[in-house]
């Protein structure tokens, strides 16, 4: 018999934020088997940033979200990338 993959828990404190007209979306959630939070925010163009550090609560990985907001703000999270078309 094999195995099943684990489901994912998802936080009640995921959720759309927006400030400052920059709207993304929060995602907090673990692994069923696991004790740590992972964050993630997904900006409108799908854009993923992910903390590379877990967190032993979804209270503490929203906190970090907040901090990192009110650090560095919203455009932390839009494509910053300068796109260089080549020519045809």
């Known amino acids: 018999m094999t195995e099943r993959d684990p489901n994912l828990v998802t936080s009640s404190l995921s959720q759309r934020f927006s400030r400052a007209g920059v709207t993304v979306e929060v995602h907090i959630y673990r692994l069923e088997r696991e004790a740590d939070w992972t964050l993630e925010v997904v900006n409108d163009r799908g854009t993923s940033t992910v903390w590379d550090d877990a967190f032993a609560s979804d209270d503490a990985a929203y906190a970090a979200f907040l901090t990192a907001v009110n650090d560095e703000g919203m455009t932390i999270f839009l494509d910053q990338a300068t796109?260089?078309?080549?020519r045809r």
């Open 83 to 86: 796109v260089i078309p080549f």
